[in-house]
């Protein structure tokens, strides 16, 4: 009976191993595009993923891994080099991103709902500067891409430059707390 009874349990064990699947991600095949708002204007750019996972059951998110590379940001809307290295020093400096003592950041999936008409609603913490908070958002699924607008309070991270969270009287200096991430990922 003991037998039949581990016999059993193997079997459930190896099913649900067969429809539960990692994918490591070529940090190639992450794309993650930052925009930042600030009155009168807006400013684009990159940033590379260092590393990333997925695991997948039954086709849906269960857990997931993103480590970004915070020396990678680029400007890819200021085309006068001098302005274009000011900006991406800037972001990098301790007035943003800190990065020479915070050289990545961390996203981890806790948590996602079925995909239904290729959407799902996704939960995990974003970690940015050592500070980590929840973070909730939709993402799409065509075939094996997936794809998100994330809008982060950077004011939440300890991102304090232009923001009206933490100084008074900046008028037109003013730099919106929400950065927008649009992210996409190819899971091969």
């Given amino acids: 009976m003991k037998t039949v009874?581990?016999?059993?349990?193997?079997?459930?064990?190896?099913?649900?191993a067969l429809?539960?699947?990692?994918?490591?991600?070529?940090?190639?095949?992450a794309v993650i595009k930052w925009t930042g708002n600030k009155i009168g204007g807006s400013h684009t750019g990159g940033i590379k993923a260092k590393s990333a996972t997925l695991e997948l059951k039954a086709g849906n998110i269960v857990k997931g891994n993103v480590v970004i590379d915070m020396k990678s940001i680029t400007c890819t809307d200021l085309e006068n080099e001098t302005y274009n290295k000011k900006l991406v020093d800037h972001l990098?400096?301790?007035d943003f991103f800190g990065v020479e003592k915070f050289p990545t950041a961390t996203f981890a999936i806790t948590k996602a709902s079925k995909f239904t008409n290729g959407k799902?609603?996704?939960?995990?913490?974003?970690?940015?500067k050592g500070k980590t908070q929840p973070v909730t958002f939709e993402v799409t699924k065509q075939n094996n891409v997936y794809k998100t607008q994330l809008k982060v309070d950077r004011s939440k991270?300890?991102?304090?430059?232009?923001?009206?969270?933490f100084f008074d009287n900046l008028g037109d200096k003013a730099i919106d707390n929400i950065f927008i991430l649009d992210i996409q990922v190819t899971a091969k």
């Fill in 157 to 165: 991270f300890d991102v304090r430059y232009g923001s009206n969270s």
């Fill in 19 to 29: 429809f539960s699947q990692k994918i490591n991600i070529n940090p190639s095949d």
């Fill in 5 to 16: 009874k581990l016999t059993a349990l193997l079997l459930i064990a190896g099913t649900f």
């Fill in 92 to 94: 990098n400096s301790d």
């Fill in 120 to 128: 799902a609603n996704v939960t995990g913490k974003l970690t940015i």
